[in-house]
């Protein structure tokens, strides 16, 4: 393969993998404080629609992200509310936000669907975007690709460094414990679904306002039930995460791959559109394969809902 | 002073039925806001989503028409449910069952035999068992969670119908639109009721309800299944095999969906497209609590949620909103259930002088 096309191949996968590593870290730290949040999909759509709505009308892709965020939080409130104030089954209220998001994303987005965004100029790294095939790659990307790498030494040095973190893992292990010596389990759990929102938005607003440029409903496509699956597959650890997003990035893109590499392959488009979620399934049973890898790993409490004064 | 929210001594069966009205009540307002805010008048828009499809014959036809699929598919699911198997792939069950029924119609496009509709609902079941099998399977024999393998199969189960649509099932003579050939007229639903479109399916689906009744409620079966799903240990002591609650609960959740995607291709539609199911297969889990996952409850439900998919359409017709309007009715009807249900095990009460 000639030089320029393993770049290229390397930049798309790195572009296709950056939402998942968002969203998926996001539910990281949700699920690491034993709240299980199912709704990533329809948080996605709704910070996608939101950035993309915000930045037609403002100009700034800037603010558009911030929307996304915000939107993706208010998404993960909404949530909260339902199944840690109220204690309704988690899985249940994840569906339900799933769907709700999805629907509203369609609904909110209909009037944006046949407009587009200009294409933001790429941010290049001085001198490392020079280095030959991984230069443009790597250092030739969306200020939000290197916002989740940042993200994701953030995430690992929080959990794993600092005393917030620890207070934050013991929530998802022993919340009986945590309340016991003091913490509000609840708050704590709402901040963790929250960042886990807020992730998710700005994954969706990365897809909207960064990859495409534009909105059309459904364009989320599953990605933020794969990220659900990723959080899985990466065994709970921030750093996998990464693995696994470019894993992920790297089947979506195949279609491009296989025409770029002058292989007369005469594979129906549908058989390599199909090929993310076949690989979801197959990483899913190989993680999952070794049950004690999956009980040793995941938080204890994942999805138990908690009640303080009980 | 603030409210507060205390566990009630005992589970309240009267809040487990009011419930879900209750959550129809909180929709309904919700969505009078939700007109308002859009500019539209309240009770105009309550008159075209919620009324006008109940207006006549012909619309209440349509009704049941759409509840159809709705019923079939939260019924499977229910069983499921039950169990605390969580088969969120009905969209996929739905489609591949369409596929493997429609697949029969346009492989016999001569046959007169009386038999070709059976034949093509028993292709529907055993192609929607197939489909919920595999999430079964990889969930019995490694451990893969069932959420996220059935949902990643509805994607592969619409790319498969897109491609068959596309490529080798396309109709030759159908000026190359994704579709294929019309079925003829032995594998099409007998029309129920003359000058509407409410078919034979619905017979399978009030079928379906009562056989669905009496597995829940009177069959050892589904006892064990109950059991394993509400307490997973007590289930284990009494020797209810958790595999068998798992298969049961996937496999029975396909055959049904696998059913409603034949009637669906075989009734209102005629043919496979790229369109066969409106998230059918999704709205259906919200039946299915709506309906307290019991076949009774499921019936109502399931026809309040087919008014949902037509008060969408009438918006869009009538008050030029996005169809998708009937989607966020969907998820708030859902989210305003899971917070009533809160009443079912808690209680209101005023707290006073305490912090």
Redesign the interface.
């Known amino acids: 393969m000639a030089p320029g096309l393993v770049s290229a191949v390397l930049f798309a996968t790195v572009v296709a993998g950056t939402p998942l590593i968002l969203t998926a870290l996001g539910e990281l730290v949700t699920e690491k404080s034993g709240v299980l949040n ?1 709704g990533a999909e ?1 948080i996605m759509s709704v910070g996608a629609v939101a950035a993309f709505a915000v930045t037609i009308h403002t100009g700034s892709p800037l603010l558009g992200v911030l929307a996304g965020m915000v939107a993706g939080m208010a998404m993960s409130v ?1 949530f909260g ?2 199944a840690l104030t ?4 988690q ?3 994840g ?3 799933s ?6 994303s ?2 909110v987005g ?1 009037p944006y669907e046949s407009q587009t965004l200009e294409s933001v100029p790429p941010l290049k790294i001085p001198l490392l975007s020079k280095i030959p095939v991984l230069g443009h790659a790597l250092f030739e990307q969306q200020a939000l690709v290197y916002v989740s790498w940042i993200m994701l030494l953030a995430v690992a040095w929080f959990l794993y460094r600092t005393r917030w973190g620890l207070v934050l893992r013991a929530v998802g292990e022993t919340p009986v414990a945590a309340h016991a010596i003091g913490y509000n389990v609840l708050r704590i759990r709402y901040l963790a679904a929250m960042f886990g929102g807020a992730m998710a938005g700005i994954g969706g607003a990365f897809l909207s306002v960064f990859y495409t440029p534009l909105w059309v ?1 459904g364009m989320v ?2 990605r933020g ?2 990220s ?2 990723l959080v ?1 597959f990466a065994t709970w650890r921030p750093l996998r995460v990464m693995l696994g997003a470019y894993l992920f990035g790297g089947a979506m893109i195949t279609q491009m791959f296989v025409q770029g590499s002058g292989l007369r392959l005469d594979i ?1 488009a ?2 390599l ?2 090929l993310p ?2 690989a ?2 197959v990483v ?2 190989l993680i ?2 070794n ?1 004690s890898t ?1 009980r040793l790993n995941s938080p204890a409490s994942l999805g138990q809902p908690f ?1 303080p ?2 | 002073m603030w409210l507060r ?3 009630r001594p005992e589970p309240s069966r009267l809040m487990r039925y009011l419930s879900p009205l209750l959550a129809v009540a909180l929709m309904l307002i919700c969505g009078m806001v939700l007109f308002k805010v859009l500019g539209k008048s309240p009770v105009e828009g309550f008159k075209v989503f919620f009324l006008q499809p109940m207006a006549d014959r012909y619309s209440v036809a349509e009704l049941f028409l759409k509840a159809t699929p709705l019923m079939l598919c939260a019924v499977g699911l229910s069983v499921g449910f039950r169990g605390n198997v ?1 088969n ?1 792939g009905a969209e996929g069950q739905l489609l591949v069952g369409a596929l493997a029924g429609g697949g029969l119609a346009l492989h016999f496009p001569n046959s007169q035999s009386p038999f070709l509709l059976p034949a093509m609902f028993m292709a529907g079941a055993l192609g929607g068992m197939l489909w919920a099998a ?1 999430p079964a399977w ?1 969930r019995t024999r ?4 069932e ?3 059935s ?3 509805v ?2 189960a619409e ?2 119908v ?2 068959l649509v ?2 080798p099932w396309k109709d030759p003579d159908g000026f190359n639109f994704p579709q294929t050939r019309m079925f003829q007229s032995k594998a099409i639903l007998p029309v129920l009721v003359e000058g509407t479109r409410v078919n034979a399916a619905l017979v399978v689906a009030l079928g379906a309800l009562v056989v669905g009744w009496i597995f829940m409620n009177r069959s050892f079966l589904g006892y064990q299944m109950k059991v394993s799903g509400q307490a997973e240990r007590a289930g284990r002591y009494a020797g209810f095999s958790a595999r068998r609650t798992v298969w049961l609960g996937m496999l029975i959740g396909g055959c049904c969906a696998g059913l409603a995607g034949v009637s669906e291709v075989a009734g209102p539609i005629g043919q496979i497209t790229e369109h066969i199911s409106p998230g059918y297969g ?1 709205a259906a ?2 039946v299915a ?1 709506v309906g307290r996952l019991e076949p009774v409850g499921i019936f109502f439900a399931s026809l309040l949620m087919a008014l949902l998919y037509m008060g969408g359409e009438q918006a869009q017709q009538y008050l030029g ?2 169809y ?5 009715f ?3 009807l ?2 305003f259930l ?2 009533s ?2 009443f079912i095990h ?1 209680r209101l009460r005023l707290d006073r002088g305490r912090k």
């Open positions: 199912l329809g909404l509310f339902v109220l204690q309704a089954n899985v249940a209220s569906l339900a936000l769907i709700f998001g999805v629907g509203l369609a609904f209909k409903e496509a599953g039930w794969i659900l699956a899985v129906p549908q058989f559109s199909a979620y076949l979801t399934v899913l049973v999952s394969r049950r999956i009640m004064d009980a | 929210i205390e566990p969580w969120i595999i990889l490694f451990n893969a969670n959420i996220l393998t949902l990643m199969l994607y592969v790319l498969m897109s491609w596309h490529g999704f889990m919200i609590f909103l996005p998708s309007i009937s989607k966020v969907q998820g708030l859902l989210f899971l917070g249900d809160v808690f």
